[in-house]
């Protein structure tokens, strides 16, 4: 199994690794502690030193992600949110945003893509309506 983050895709031991659900969580050695909060501060780094704009934009297409997976279930109340979320940062926030041109076709796509979802889906009523 697999875990997907920002930094791209990460194994997942199975049986959940060194955690045993009876004890907690595993002791670190302070090497480890050590190691950890030295890739944290390397994480923290590397995002101060981001542009604020494409960080947030990042954001931003994590939201169209989000929707456009809902959308292939099909699932238009779980995908609202996400687009209705985009839609105010990429309309709030405008040329602010990192790539905002592109954000805001993307937006439109989903919005549409939406349409045709929930169209399809009252074609699919109307026509189990018509079979009774």
Known sequence: MSLWTPDGEHEVPAGGGDIDPG??????????A???EAELARAQAELIAA???QVVSNHVMGLFELAALH????????ARLPIDAMGLLVDGLGDRLA???TLTAALTQLRMAYV???NAGNDE???DDSEV
């Not at 004890?23 to 090497?31: A, C, I, N, R, T």
Request: net charge negative.
């Open 99 to 101: 790539e905002h041109q």
């Open 23 to 32: 004890q907690g969580e595993p002791e670190l050695s302070q090497d480890q």
């Open 116 to 118: 045709e979802v929930s």
């Open 51 to 53: 542009p604020v704009e």
């Open 125 to 127: 009523d109307e026509d």
């Open 34 to 36: 050590d190691q950890l």
């Open 71 to 78: 959308l292939r279930t099909g699932d238009l109340d779980k």
